[in-house]
């Protein structure tokens, strides 16, 4: 029903920047909230940012705020997270997760659909 591809992982020394993209395949794009969410080695899953359907309201984890910025487009189905000012403990797998707009938004057990994940490292 849902399916999300990620792109744009990889490895970035202490300081410097990536951009994460997620295709989205769906029949009504604006009917979900879209997030962004990690998993490091050992660790839980964790919320990173959300945007709204309109993308009028985004949210973050206090961890990335004033370092990534989320954004999407509802013309072609997308969805991108701008890191920038990375850091080691930012090294995990991301994924691009959608929840319905009748759901919550601030917490990975809000999302129903799941990309594949995208693996990115930040050396010191």
């Known amino acids: 029903q849902v399916q999300l591809v990620e792109s744009g992982g990889g490895l970035v020394q202490a300081g410097g920047s990536l951009r994460l993209s997620c295709a989205v395949s769906v029949r009504s794009f604006i009917s979900y909230q879209m997030g962004w969410h990690r998993q490091a080695l050992g660790k839980k899953r964790e919320f990173v940012a959300a945007?709204?359907?309109?993308?009028?309201?985004?949210l973050y984890a206090d961890s990335v705020k004033g370092r990534f910025t989320i954004t999407r487009h509802n013309t072609n189905n997308t969805v991108a997270l701008q890191m920038d000012g990375l850091k080691p403990e930012d090294t995990a797998v991301y994924y691009c997760?959608?929840?319905?707009?009748?759901?919550?938004?601030?917490?990975?057990?809000?999302?129903?659909?799941w990309g594949q994940g995208t693996q990115v490292t930040v050396s010191s």
């Open positions: 945007i709204a359907w309109s993308g009028e309201k985004t």
């Open positions: 997760a959608a929840a319905h707009w009748t759901k919550g938004w601030s917490d990975s057990m809000d999302y129903t659909y």
